[in-house]
């Protein structure tokens, strides 16, 4: 049996890795899950909260730096919540970044599992997406460069792809299509798309989990995000519109893979091209669950370390120096979730723990520039108090949309943090935070 050990983790990544890290966290929101905001707002309603979405991030990316790089530690978010309000601060963060890692991948898995079955319809969906956490749990075992390596190759493939569907589409691009019954549902439709907004950028600040795992993460961490969030917009906001132009976004906003789906309408459901593209398409999504089985399994591990889950997920594999139990761990969950629910429920699970990290986070930076003026900042928020103030104002207005059109998703998620805080004070574990 190997042994293990409580030791640190292995300073291994470079700015690309981490840029392949930001990027494939995400990438995979540009291939499916975004198309189900057409299905509450329309195409124009839809680009009003992408625009929105994408402000809120861009802001939220540039003061989030200051944190990371100022507190370059594996939990990210629990340990910038932790270090600014102490033990309840750390459980918040903890408990809504924990959700975020481990239903994303689920998602993922589902979309895996979709393109699968729509290039050879005899495979299950299931099938390949509990295969999938199988494969990709002993990918990461590994070793964290030799897990880097691997997302910075399928993440510049999965970006190639997209370029070269976005210059396929473009020509093809229909304005009367795209505005044709753009705001059925009028603003409260705005409001509604806003968690599916979300999943274009979703996860990006998991290169957070890494932070322990960087060379000079001082300087390497700010370059990796921005290069990453530029990226990122770009992408979306072209992915969206070509797309959005191609046909009825009736017929596009309720399955898993509309990418290959408007390939289809263009080119034909058994073009070669269209085949060629779905399969293809498989490397974003790939890059995309690697990297949140890489975020899900540092949180775990960075958890248990502080004490806020079981010790035994806090160990480190000798031989590779990965979080082994963690990354076991987290797959489970993520099967069972697979079970439980749909995609556009897990999305919008997802979204409501991003934007319940995204606030304490930001909170967090005020009460840190406060509590500790004199700590170290490598990377300084520009324009403060201005970016992380917005990126509070709408992760709020984001929060609220979704509990408003989400009421028993949400109950399901307050109810958990409850009883977490519950089972936390009765246990005494507070006293030794």
Same mark, same amino acid.
Request: hydrophobic share 55%.
């Given at each position: 049996?190997?042994?293990?050990?409580?030791?640190?983790?292995?300073?291994?990544?470079?700015?690309?890795?981490?840029?392949?890290?930001?990027?494939?966290?995400?990438?995979?929101?540009?291939?499916?899950?975004?198309?189900?905001?057409?299905?509450?707002?329309?195409?124009?309603?839809?680009?009003?909260?992408?625009?929105?979405?994408?402000?809120?991030?861009?802001?939220?990316?540039?003061?989030?730096?200051?944190?990371?790089?100022?507190? &370059?530690?594996?939990?990210?978010?629990?340990?910038?919540?932790?270090?600014?309000?102490?033990?309840?601060?750390?459980?918040?963060?903890?408990?809504?970044?924990?959700?975020?890692?481990?239903?994303?991948?689920?998602?993922?898995?589902?979309?895996?599992?979709?393109?699968?079955?729509?290039?050879?319809?005899?495979?299950?969906?299931?099938?390949?997406?509990?295969?999938?956490?199988?494969?990709?749990?002993? !990918?990461?075992?590994?070793?964290?460069?030799?897990?880097?390596?691997?997302?910075?190759?399928?993440?510049?493939?999965?970006?190639?792809?997209?370029?070269?569907?976005?210059?396929?589409?473009?020509?093809?691009?229909?304005?009367?299509?795209?505005?044709?019954?753009?705001?059925?549902?009028?603003?409260?439709?705005?409001?509604?798309?806003?968690?599916?907004?979300?999943?274009?950028?979703?996860?990006?600040?998991?290169?957070?989990?890494?932070?322990?795992?960087?060379?000079?993460?001082?300087?390497?961490?700010?370059?990796?995000?921005?290069?990453?969030?530029?990226?990122?917009?770009?992408?979306?906001?072209?992915?969206?519109?070509?797309?959005?132009?191609?046909?009825?976004?009736?017929?596009?906003?309720?399955?898993?893979?509309?990418?290959?789906?408007?390939? $289809?309408?263009?080119?034909?459901?058994?073009?070669?091209?269209?085949?060629?593209?779905?399969?293809?398409?498989?490397?974003?999504?790939?890059?995309?669950?690697?990297?949140?089985?890489?975020?899900?399994?540092?949180?775990?591990?960075?958890?248990?370390?502080?004490?806020?889950?079981?010790?035994?997920?806090?160990?480190?594999?000798?031989?590779?120096?990965?979080?082994?139990?963690?990354?076991?761990?987290?797959?489970?969950?993520?099967?069972?979730?697979?079970?439980? $629910?749909?995609?556009?429920?897990?999305?919008?699970?997802?979204?409501? $723990?991003?934007?319940?990290?995204?606030?304490?986070?930001?909170?967090?930076?005020?009460?840190?520039?406060?509590?500790?003026?004199?700590?170290?900042?490598?990377?300084?928020?520009?324009?403060? &108090?201005?970016?992380?103030?917005?990126?509070?104002?709408?992760?709020?207005?984001?929060?609220?949309?979704? !509990?408003?059109?989400? !009421?028993?998703?949400?109950?399901?998620?307050?109810? $958990?943090?409850?009883?977490?805080?519950?089972?936390?004070?009765?246990?005494?574990?507070?006293?030794?935070?």
């Amino acid at each position: 049996m190997t042994s293990v050990q409580s030791a640190s983790l292995k300073k291994v990544l470079k700015p690309i890795h981490l840029w392949a890290i930001a990027v494939g966290l995400v990438i995979s929101g540009e291939y499916f899950g975004w198309n189900y905001g057409w299905g509450v707002s329309g195409t124009i309603g839809f680009l009003i909260a992408t625009l929105v979405v994408t402000v809120m991030y861009v802001t939220f990316i540039f003061s989030f730096t200051e944190l990371t790089t100022s507190i &370059p530690q594996a939990g990210g978010p629990f340990s910038y919540a932790h270090r600014a309000f102490g033990w309840w601060g750390g459980l918040i963060a903890g408990y809504a970044t924990l959700v975020e890692f481990l239903v994303t991948p689920t998602a993922i898995a589902f979309a895996l599992g979709s393109y699968s079955h729509f290039l050879y319809p005899q495979l299950e969906v299931l099938h390949v997406a509990f295969g999938c956490y199988l494969i990709f749990i002993v !990918i990461n075992l590994l070793g964290i460069k030799e897990s880097a390596t691997f997302s910075l190759v399928v993440t510049l493939l999965a970006v190639a792809e997209l370029l070269i569907y976005i210059g396929i589409i473009a020509p093809h691009f229909s304005y009367e299509t795209y505005v044709t019954d753009p705001m059925p549902f009028g603003w409260p439709g705005v409001f509604a798309a806003l968690p599916f907004a979300i999943w274009f950028y979703l996860a990006i600040e998991g290169v957070a989990m890494v932070a322990e795992e960087v060379e000079d993460p001082r300087r390497t961490i700010s370059r990796g995000y921005i290069y990453g969030i530029l990226t990122l917009v770009v992408l979306a906001l072209a992915v969206m519109v070509v797309t959005g132009g191609i046909a009825p976004w009736q017929s596009l906003s309720e399955i898993d893979y509309p990418l290959p789906a408007a390939l $289809g309408i263009v080119l034909g459901r058994d073009s070669g091209l269209t085949q060629l593209f779905a399969s293809l398409g498989l490397f974003g999504l790939i890059a995309s669950f690697h990297g949140t089985v890489i975020g899900y399994s540092r949180q775990i591990f960075a958890l248990a370390r502080s004490g806020y889950l079981p010790s035994v997920l806090g160990q480190v594999n000798a031989r590779f120096q990965t979080p082994h139990w963690a990354l076991i761990a987290g797959g489970v969950a993520g099967c069972a979730a697979l079970l439980l $629910g749909t995609t556009d429920q897990v999305i919008i699970l997802a979204a409501l $723990g991003a934007v319940v990290m995204y606030m304490i986070s930001m909170a967090a930076l005020f009460a840190l520039r406060r509590k500790e003026p004199a700590l170290e900042r490598p990377f300084e928020v520009p324009a403060y &108090p201005y970016f992380p103030a917005v990126a509070l104002l709408l992760s709020g207005v984001c929060l609220i949309a979704i !509990i408003y059109y989400n !009421i028993a998703l949400s109950l399901w998620f307050f109810g $958990g943090l409850a009883f977490v805080t519950l089972l936390f004070i009765l246990t005494g574990r507070q006293k030794t935070h």
